[in-house]
């Protein structure tokens, strides 16, 4: 492997272990890990409940408080519909834990916590472990996106689950 092509993986992997080290519960949902390569193909998706398009609910303290997150990851699952490259997603998740790293987590309400942000950080966890099956891949020879794709569509299902929950939650408590 060319020294350019390991700097590259390297800095990739690198990237994956910085986004895994801000993000807490980082539970496994039992699925099987399978290691593959993608190169710059695009992966695509389509989310397991239609994505909602509504009116922005009023700025109740919750909406205030992670509705920039859950909006984050909202552009995320519209993205996944029309196709990323590895880079791309990677970038996106890099953005999502920004987002999530200035959520006041003190002054978050606990109602707010278990019905907006709980579900947020679940879905926050699958990409996160999207990322690092798709980064796994991308490391290690032979490994095709025909390889991964299931894994990071099961994956990316499963947030958006998870994300349709927490769109639920911020509706439910806008004032």
Request: proline share 8%.
């Given at each position: 492997m060319p020294v350019a092509a390991r700097f590259h993986t390297a800095g990739?992997?690198?990237?994956?272990?910085l986004l895994l080290s801000g993000c807490g519960g980082?539970?496994?949902?039992?699925?099987?890990?399978?290691a593959a390569t993608v190169t710059s193909e695009a992966?695509?998706?389509?989310?397991?409940?239609?994505i909602q398009r509504h009116e922005k609910p009023a700025a109740g303290p919750c909406q205030i408080q992670l509705g920039s997150f859950v909006a984050s990851m909202d552009?995320?699952?519209?993205?996944?519909?029309?196709g990323v490259t590895y880079d791309q997603y990677v970038a996106e998740v890099g953005g999502i834990r920004s987002t999530y790293k200035?959520?006041?987590?003190?002054?978050?309400?606990?109602d707010c916590l278990s019905a907006v942000g709980t579900p947020a950080e679940k879905a926050f966890n699958q990409y996160i472990e999207a990322a690092n099956d798709w980064g796994e891949c991308v490391s290690q020879a032979g490994c095709s996106s025909e390889t991964v794709e299931?894994?990071?569509?099961?994956r990316w299902r499963i947030a958006s689950h998870f994300l349709g929950d927490a769109d639920?939650?911020?509706?439910a408590s806008a004032p």
């Open positions: 990739c992997v690198a990237l994956v272990a980082g539970g496994s949902d039992g699925a099987e890990t399978t992966v695509t998706t389509v989310p397991e409940r239609p552009s995320l699952r519209r993205r996944l519909a029309v200035k959520i006041p987590i003190e002054r978050v309400e606990i299931p894994v990071l569509q099961r639920q939650g911020l509706n």
